[in-house]
């Protein structure tokens, strides 16, 4: 839902209603389990696109 809200975290927070902590919890919790960086706009577009992918 990050991506997809182009990484508006505010925005993600409120549509997933979830508290702007918990949602940066999270992506805290992504970034260790990939190993990518979503300040890094390619990992971003990487880790999106994947995800993507994985829906087909």
């Keep these: ?3 997809d ?6 925005r993600t927070a409120s549509t997933l209603n979830i508290h702007r902590q918990t949602l940066y ?10 190993g990518l960086d979503l300040h ?10 994947s995800l993507k992918a994985a829906r087909l």
């Design 1 to 3: 839902m990050f991506l």
């Design 5 to 10: 809200c182009a990484g508006q975290a505010g």
């Design 25 to 34: 919890y999270r992506l805290s919790r992504v970034e260790q389990l990939t």
């Design 40 to 49: 890094d706009g390619e990992d971003r577009l990487l880790l999106h696109m």
